[in-house]
């Protein structure tokens, strides 16, 4: 799993992830090449089958995480969803 490559203090849904046996380069991918939006798609792919997305979602957006993959968005995607998280308190609509 992407997260417990990191030194982040472990919650419990994070076991549960559907990337604790995928590559962890999909869910960083570098730059905005071909290769890069392929290996973010791949990994938006895994979660979407993912049964923590939204744990995970709220996790990055809770702890600010501002690279890689999380909950099934990108960097940019969370900006926005930060922003929205910020004003409602909730990742309902996402
Ligand atoms: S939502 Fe994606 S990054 Fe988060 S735990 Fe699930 S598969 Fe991993």
Known sequence: MQILNFDLEQEAWMEEGSCV????ELFFPVGSSMKAIKQSNEAKAVCNECVVKVDCLEYAIRTNQDSGIWGG????ERKSIRR???KSGSLLNF
């Open 21 to 24: 046996y995928a590559n962890t």
């Open 73 to 76: 968005a990108t960097e940019e």
């Open 84 to 86: 929205e998280y910020r």
